[in-house]
């Protein structure tokens, strides 16, 4: 059964630093991409990075580019989203999801179900 499980998130002060994990399961992570994504509620479903099968693409998007560092680890079949410099705005629900390549949510096949990131002033 494929399974993705974020986690890491909580509640930091603006300026702080934290890294989300996505735990995969039932399947080999290096063999796909993982894209993480961020949802408030109420607005549109963010793509926030990428990660392609061969790691020759990390995409960020506009908002966390210089902050964000997205990696993963084979051997653990984990894949890591370092966030610094966080602001208030970075504030929402993180996903990760898999998929054959880093083209956006509608390609990704499986989804975790997420983890909360809140960032106070």
């Known amino acids: 059964q494929v399974q993705l499980v974020e986690s890491g998130g909580g509640t930091v002060q603006s300026g702080g630093s934290l890294r989300l994990s996505c735990a995969a399961s039932?399947?080999?992570?290096?063999?796909?991409?993982i894209g993480w994504f961020r949802q408030v509620p109420g607005k549109e479903r963010e793509g926030v990075s990428c990660?392609?099968?061969?790691?020759?693409?990390?995409y960020y998007s506009d908002s966390v580019k210089g902050r964000s560092t997205i990696s993963r680890d084979n051997a653990k079949n984990t894949v890591y989203l370092q966030m610094h410099s966080l602001k208030p705005e970075d504030t929402a629900v993180y996903y990760c999801?898999?998929?054959?390549?880093?083209?956006?949510?509608?390609?990704?096949?499986?989804w975790g179900k997420g983890t909360l990131v809140a960032v106070s002033k």
């Open positions: 039932g399947f080999t992570l290096a063999s796909y991409a």
């Open positions: 990660i392609s099968n061969s790691d020759s693409i990390k």
């Open positions: 999801a898999t998929g054959p390549e880093c083209t956006g949510p509608s390609t990704m096949l499986y």
